[in-house]
């Protein structure tokens, strides 16, 4: 319940997920798997519920990357979701984080510092650039 009520208050919510989404069909194929058009749906749904209980100004970041490789498959697989991000974005005002577009720009210089711990989970040097990223994002729109 304390959560509803930050969230009925709040000036501005940014929202990061579909990470996992894509994760899941790698590594757990044999699990129930959100695909992008359930994920749109699902999606719309938590924004209208954001919409109808606050006026927070709504941001939404890509997905990252899955490996630190521009053309690894579930690289390959984000841009569907990161698609849909952008499709949404507009029917809700919302700003768009791009993140997996500055983790591929990274990537693509082909740095030899690592982003993440494991192909997923930031490491500080990931953190940084996530955080630079929205930052600059969000600054842009204001």
Excluded at 27 to 51: A, C, G, T
């Amino acid at each position: 319940m304390a959560g509803r009520c930050l969230i009925a208050s709040a000036d501005w919510l940014s929202i990061s997920i579909g990470i996992n989404d894509v994760w899941r069909q790698l590594d757990n194929p044999e699990m129930e798997q959100v695909y992008p058009d359930r994920f749109k749906e699902v999606y719309i749904h938590l924004l209208n519920e954001v919409k109808a209980k606050t006026n927070a100004k709504i941001i939404l970041m890509e997905p990252t990357i899955i490996e630190e490789d521009v053309n690894a498959k579930g690289n390959q697989l984000l841009k569907a979701y990161v698609q849909v991000i952008h499709e949404i974005s507009q029917q809700f005002e919302a700003i768009v984080v791009p993140t997996h577009q500055s983790f591929c720009r990274y990537l693509e210089n082909e740095s030899k510092k690592k982003l993440t711990t494991d192909g997923v989970h930031m490491n500080s040097l990931g953190n940084l650039l996530m955080a630079q990223t929205w930052l600059d994002a969000v600054l842009s729109n204001k």
